[in-house]
């Protein structure tokens, strides 16, 4: 197993530059702070996922689906955008902007595909210049539906998909504890959604403890890309991955 000192802390000040105030708790619901010119989207709670209106800034070539000519953003997306002042997240019935507050009983309720583990990884990664994009959803699709997330098993399935090829896949999730979380690509000035090609690596998860030879397996027949399991606590994010090795046989 080789671990990689990605370990970093998460919480001590947003990427924004904005000071956390540390009498801010959850519960008290923290302000946002938006900047001048920032994005607007609104909620749709079907979808679990946000629909951008406005869109502004170049951020958008990195972050967001596209379906039928709109742009879609996950939880996790929404979220971090709005922590750093980009994005402000209109309620679905009203212009209401929704407050941090809302966003995080989103992420605690792991209704919209997203759970706190999840969301530290993005957060983590997105603010080291990474891009990343929800594992297996394609960027823009023509034709593609938009399936509502549901707990950890959201995905999007293009029409005319085979299937068995679904079946399959849903039957390898199921076999598996770990789950492929995130396709994470190095930082490009030239990333298109169109033709991103293949990620760099592909972020995991395996809970609280160390995936199964089982677990590893089945994911690595699944995944071409470079696989890395992430391991957080108290707020702190750390990599590791697994490699095979020959040992000599001894006399």
């Known amino acids: 197993m080789e671990e990689e000192n990605w370990?970093?802390?998460?919480?001590?000040?947003?990427?924004?530059?904005?000071?956390?105030?540390?009498?801010?708790?959850?519960?008290?619901?923290?302000?946002?702070?938006?900047?001048?010119?920032?994005?607007?989207?609104?909620w749709v709670t079907e979808l679990g996922?946000?629909?951008?209106?406005?869109k502004r800034g170049k951020l958008w070539t990195t972050t967001g689906i596209i379906r039928s000519g709109k742009t879609y953003?996950?939880?996790?997306?929404?979220?971090y955008l709005c922590e750093i002042g980009e994005l402000q997240?209109?309620?679905?019935?009203?212009?209401?902007?929704?407050?941090?507050?809302?966003?995080?009983?989103?992420?605690?309720e792991e209704i919209s595909g997203c759970c706190w583990e999840s969301y530290e990884v993005y957060r983590y990664l997105?603010?080291?210049?990474?891009?990343?994009?929800?594992?297996?959803?394609?960027?823009?699709?023509k034709g593609a539906e938009i399936m509502t997330p549901?707990?950890?098993?959201?995905?999007?399935?293009?029409?005319?998909?085979?299937e068995d090829t679904?079946?399959?896949?849903?039957?390898?999730?199921?076999?598996?504890?770990a789950r492929a979380v995130f396709d994470v690509y190095l930082p490009n000035s030239r990333f298109k959604k169109s033709s991103p090609g293949e990620p760099s690596f592909v972020a995991c998860l395996s809970g609280d403890s160390t995936p199964s030879k089982e677990d590893v397996r089945v994911l690595q027949s699944r995944i071409a890309a470079p696989l890395r399991f992430c391991h957080i606590a108290q707020g702190r994010v750390s990599f590791f991955s697994f490699s095979s090795i020959n040992l000599p046989v001894l006399p």
């Open 49 to 54: 996922m946000a629909e951008v209106e406005v």
């Open 7 to 42: 370990e970093a802390s998460s919480s001590s000040e947003n990427e924004a530059g904005f000071a956390v105030d540390d009498d801010e708790e959850f519960q008290s619901g923290p302000k946002l702070q938006f900047r001048v010119g920032s994005s607007k989207a609104r």
């Open 89 to 108: 997240i209109m309620g679905t019935d009203d212009d209401v902007v929704i407050p941090l507050k809302g966003l995080y009983e989103m992420i605690a």
């Open 126 to 141: 997105k603010g080291l210049g990474y891009i990343l994009g929800r594992h297996g959803v394609p960027w823009t699709s």
């Open 150 to 162: 549901r707990g950890e098993e959201e995905e999007t399935v293009c029409a005319g998909e085979d």
């Open 73 to 79: 953003c996950f939880i996790e997306e929404a979220l």
């Open 166 to 177: 679904v079946t399959k896949l849903l039957g390898d999730m199921q076999l598996c504890d």
